[in-house]
Nanobody, 118 residues
Framework: VQAQVQSGGGLVQPGGSLNLSCLAP????????MEWYRQAEGKGREWIAS???????TYIDTVEGRFTISKDRVKGAVNLQMNDLKPEDTAMYLC????????????WGQGTQVTVSS
């Protein structure tokens, strides 16, 4: 089920920054993880970051120290600040939020393209 609206993304030069946002009202307070994935052309979908109230933020090694995931509780959104972008970060970026007593239901955003190129 696609229910989340994403914004941000676009074309940026290497070393540049972008901020992605995923508007997900009602999901920021349910205790479940909010996550970002990406999928490069011709490759599988890759988890890159998660945030949960009890465990905090976690990242894949390739973005650790460059990307920051955060929650905006007022807007009910999950954001991904991406700094020092590299050409290998080029991909479609998707957010995923969860619901249910065991966080067993997944809801994906529509995706937003990030292209890092000079």
């Amino acid at each position: 089920v696609q229910a989340q609206v994403q914004s941000g993304g676009g074309l940026v030069q290497p070393g540049g920054s972008l901020n992605l946002s995923c508007l997900a009202p009602g999901f920021a307070y349910n205790g479940c993880a909010m996550e970002w994935y990406r999928q490069a052309e011709g490759k599988g979908r890759e988890w890159i970051a998660s945030i949960r109230d009890d465990t905090g933020a976690t990242y894949i090694d390739t973005v650790e120290g460059r990307f920051t995931i955060s929650k905006d509780r007022v807007k009910g959104a999950v954001n991904l600040q991406m700094n020092d972008l590299k050409p290998e970060d080029t991909a479609m970026y998707l957010c995923k939020v969860k619901s249910g007593d065991w966080c067993q239901y997944d809801y994906w955003g529509q995706g937003t393209q990030v292209t890092v190129s000079s």
